[in-house]
């Protein structure tokens, strides 16, 4: 059964990532009424497109997630509503590809050193043989699918050759080479940058632990655009204490935000960024481009895209 809409919220939670009103305004010649609503507004409508869960969301009939990352969902309870939930999944890679290409070229050429040494007012040039360039080094994306996949497209233009870890370990375009899930420790072990995109689930909860970190060169860097619980970030920090790694760049953390008290505040090659890989000025509309076409295939019978449950 197609869900009936005739009115459409725009949660407030979608602060954190646009404003809501942007969405909103970019569906306003919907064929159904569309509105920015609170916690206490979600009764009024029949669907929602939002960023937090919320129980109130077990009552309609469609919820739409502006992330690809439906891990805050209660999958089983919204089946058993008949909730449909569907995300944005298909609309982040070349966004956080170039992200993740930035992670890179700073370590590559020190950028981020620079950065700081700004702040400090302090003139300091690194030492002849610290910097390096792209061409030639390997990336393993841990996560082939649409997020895996623009990064590997951003990060081949550049000159790296790129590997991948599926489940499979079947081919896919754009990697030289893919190893199975279970051959995970041999796929980092010869890579200059490790890369996560994996989605959160009961599998992948801390996939990334100390036995990895062990099993990655010490002059490796590992990046994580993926979830942070994929990550024991205990594990991680020893390992970057303990100069087992080169560094990190790290935009999800197992808790948000990353807690002051953090040792990955302070270490000089760690780069942080508060989960925003995927920001980019049109990422309203491409959310508003999904919300429209199942909108419209809904009215018009049809199943919907992006279907999660």
């Known amino acids: 059964m197609q869900p009936d809409i005739e009115r459409l919220g725009v949660h407030e939670s979608v602060e954190a990532v646009f404003p809501p009103s942007e969405l909103a305004d970019y569906l306003s010649d919907l064929f159904v009424d569309v509105a920015v609503v609170g916690d206490d507004g979600i009764d ?4 929602v497109v939002t960023l937090e869960h919320r129980d109130a969301f077990l009552e309609l009939e469609w919820v739409h997630s502006i992330q690809a990352g439906v891990d805050r969902f209660p999958f089983d309870e919204f089946e058993e509503r008949g909730v449909l939930l569907t995300n944005s999944t298909g609309i982040h890679d070349r966004w956080v590809g170039e992200t993740v290409a930035g992670y890179l070229l700073a370590f590559a050429r020190r950028l981020h050193r620079h950065v700081a040494n700004q702040q400090d007012r302090q003139w300091e040039q690194p030492e002849w043989d610290d910097g390096f360039t792209l061409p030639g080094t390997t990336a393993c994306v841990v996560g082939t699918g649409t997020l895996g996949s623009g990064v590997a497209e951003v990060l081949g233009s550049l000159g790296v050759r790129i590997t991948g870890v599926r489940r499979s370990g079947d081919p896919v375009e754009g990697f030289e080479a893919v190893y199975a899930s279970e051959d995970l420790n041999e796929a980092v072990a010869d890579a200059d940058f490790v890369i996560v995109t994996l989605p959160l689930t009961e599998d992948t909860r801390h996939l990334f632990d100390a036995d990895v970190f062990a099993a990655m060169r010490d002059d490796a860097y590992f990046v994580n655009v993926g979830r942070g619980p994929v990550v024991d970030e205990d594990a991680l920090i020893d390992a970057l204490e303990a100069d087992a790694l080169a560094g990190a760049a790290l935009d999800v953390f197992e808790t948000e935000p990353l807690p002051e008290e953090s040792p990955l505040w302070g270490l000089e090659e760690v780069i942080v960024t508060p ?5 980019t000025e049109d990422y309203y509309r491409a959310v508003g481009d999904l919300v429209r076409e199942n909108a419209e295939r809904f009215a018009d ?7 999660v449950v």
């Open 44 to 47: 009024s409508c029949d669907a």
């Open 275 to 279: 989960h925003c890989a995927a920001f």
């Open 301 to 307: 019978g049809e199943a919907a895209t992006n279907r």
